[in-house]
């Protein structure tokens, strides 16, 4: 082949290897776009895939929406409790009460139809009528999930029959702080602080007319018995200081329409005798808040100090048990006469506190539904209510 031959050949190459290599950058880029192209499409697949699991794991801690119960029942606050009076103590009709009005507890409906029966979340007997015969215990059985609470505020040695209640109580109410519902006769509330300049000048008149009283000592007695240690102790107390007794057993209670004649009375002692029919954990009655009320020191005799102080300062009042003998505890109150500023002691705490007694019957129940509303589906029966009761 000659010159021009090879030329044309080595032409004919040298085009083919440029096509080729045209081709070859091409087929790169290609690859190299479909690569980028690749990249991107997984990039922003696993975005995609990312989002959506993070979704789903969100979505799932959603409620499932077929599956939610009304809102008045999302919250046990928001549900309403029916609570069945089944007999008015001692047989003393009173008008029900307004939970909310008078102690700001809502969800509170009161009733003592008792046809409402099936319907109460609650029935609350008071136990003297059902241990004297004068009612029955409510019908079983009972409407599913009902408790039935009993109350009583009468220490032991007067609360018989007892058995009546056992094995069908749910929840106890009682002044014992064990109680499932606990309520006290009296308790102490802490006062707001004043500027101290103001507490001090607020707080010396009220001591002065304590200090100033004309009388020593008074005792307000209803139910008398030779058997009970309150009388032993009058008797010997009598032997040496001067004891008012006012009651059945002394002269009449001045009577008045406002109701607090006893406290009203006591307002001119400095001393009075809050001594309880029985000694008994946690039965601490009206007697002593009576007397706080008034201005007066309580002299108690109840349970032990020990348990008095689980409600009061310990200098708020003087217990029967602090001396050896009943003279000694007569002359410690005629010293206390003789020394105003011995006897501001048992006094000054008295600015730090206010007493709120509980109205009788109407904060009991309101009190009782609101536990009835936190103790939804509970059940449990109270085993052994007289072995606790007496202990």
Known sequence: MGAGGDWRTAGRCTVAARRADRRSGLTLRLKRCFLVLKTTCSCVCLATVSFLSLLGFCLSYLPDPFSLEPLSSVSEHHREATLLIWTHPFGRYSKLPDCYALYQIY??????????YPQADAVIMHHREIATGLAELPPEPRPRAQKWIWMNYESPPHTPRLWRFEGVINLTMSYRSDSDIFLPYGFLVPRVRKPRGLQNRSAQLPWRSRLLRPHLVAWVISNWSESHARVAFYY?????????VYGRAGRPVPEDSGGGSVVRLVQRYLFYLALENSQHTDYITEKLWNAIRAGAVPVVLGPSRQNYEQFLPPEAFIHVDDFPTVRGLARYLLMLRRNPAQL????????????????????????????????????????????????
């Open 107 to 116: 969800g509170c409906t009161l009733t003592d139809d008792l046809r409402s």
């Open 236 to 244: 010997q107390l009598r032997r040496y200081i001067q004891v008012d």
């Open 344 to 391: 501001r002691r048992h006094l000054d705490w008295r600015g730090s506190y206010s007493v709120h007694q509980p109205e009788f019957w109407a904060e009991h129940y309101c009190t009782a539904c609101r536990a009835v509303r936190r103790s939804r589906g509970k059940t449990d029966v109270v085993k052994n209510l007289t072995r606790w009761f007496r202990s």
